[in-house]
C-alpha cells in the first residue's frame, strides 16, 4: 500500500492533519516503508511453496512441512552443532520427493532413493545376509555400500542411515572405489580398508526385491 491508500484507511479527522512535513504524514512515509518487504513477498507468494525456487532462507519451513525438519539443523532441531553438510539444492530435492520416501519408508528402494537424493550420487547397495569377520551371520544387521565418491558425506549419510533405516538394525558403512587398473586387468576394488583382490559379493537373489522391507528375514 502506498502512502495515499493507508491514509484512505484513517478516519476523517487524522486525514486532515496528513499535511506534507507534519508528524502524521512522516509516520504514515514510515508505516509505507515498513510494509514494503512483507508487500513484495505477497506479491510472489507462490514461489515460497515451490521448493525449487523457494528462497533458500525458507527452505527449512517447507522441510519441517514434510517431516524432514531433522536434516536441516539450527537451534529449531535442537542441532546447533551439526557436522554434517546438505547441499541447499539437495533439500529441495528431497522436498519434492518427500512424499514418495515417506509411502516407501522402510524398504530398500526407500533408503536408497533416500541416500541418492540426498548426497547427489548413485551406486548405494544392501546386503542383509553376510557374516561378521568371526563368520557367524550376523542377524538383523545391515551392510551398507556407498559409492566412494560419496566418502566426503560420510556424516550426512550416517545421519541418513539412523534415522531411516529400521529401528532394530544395526548398521555398517563401507565406501567401495574402483582402483585404477591396468588396461586389460579386471578393476581392484576397495571396501573399507584393504583391497580384498576381488568385488564384494552382490545382495542374494532372495534380497533383491527393492520393495521388500528391510530387516524381515529371508532365511530359511
Known amino acids: 500500500m502506498n502512502r495515499?491508500?493507508?491514509?484512505?484507511?484513517?478516519?476523517?479527522?487524522?486525514?486532515?492533519?496528513?499535511?506534507?512535513?507534519?508528524?502524521?504524514?512522516?509516520?504514515?512515509?514510515?508505516m509505507v516503508q515498513f510494509q514494503a518487504p512483507a508487500e513484495a513477498t505477497i506479491e510472489r507468494i507462490e514461489s515460497y511453496f515451490n521448493p525449487r525456487i523457494a528462497?533458500?532462507?525458507f527452505l527449512p519451513m517447507l522441510a519441517a512441512w514434510v517431516d524432514l525438519s531433522r536434516l536441516v539443523g539450527g537451534a529449531a532441531t535442537r542441532d546447533p552443532g551439526r557436522d554434517w553438510q546438505l547441499d541447499p539444492g539437495r533439500l529441495r530435492e528431497l522436498i519434492l520427493a518427500a512424499a514418495e520416501l515417506s509411502q516407501w519408508r522402510g524398504t530398500r528402494y526407500g533408503l536408497k532413493r533416500f541416500l541418492e537424493i540426498a548426497t547427489g550420487r548413485s551406486g548405494f547397495s544392501f546386503d542383509e545376509s553376510g557374516a561378521g569377520d568371526d563368520g557367524r551371520p550376523r542377524p538383523f544387521h545391515l551392510r551398507v555400500r556407498a559409492p566412494g565418491s560419496a566418502r566426503a558425506q560420510r556424516r550426512l549419510i550416517e545421519r541418513i542411515l539412523v534415522q531411516e533405516k529400521p529401528a532394530h538394525l544395526t548398521y555398517e558403512l563401507?565406501?567401495?572405489?574402483?582402483?585404477?587398473?591396468?588396461?586389460?586387468?579386471?578393476?581392484?576394488?576397495?571396501?573399507?580398508e584393504q583391497a580384498s583382490g576381488r568385488p564384494d559379493v552382490e545382495p542374494t537373489a532372495g534380497l533383491s526385491d527393492d520393495s521388500r522391507t528391510i530387516g524381515t528375514s529371508s532365511r530359511n
Do not use: N
Open 4 to 30: 495515499i491508500e493507508i491514509e484512505q484507511l484513517l478516519p476523517e479527522v487524522f486525514r486532515r492533519a496528513t499535511v506534507p512535513g507534519e508528524p502524521l504524514a512522516e509516520l504514515l512515509e514510515i
Open 174 to 192: 563401507v565406501f567401495i572405489e574402483e582402483a585404477t587398473s591396468p588396461e586389460g586387468a579386471p578393476p581392484a576394488w576397495i571396501a573399507g
Open 55 to 57: 528462497p533458500e532462507a
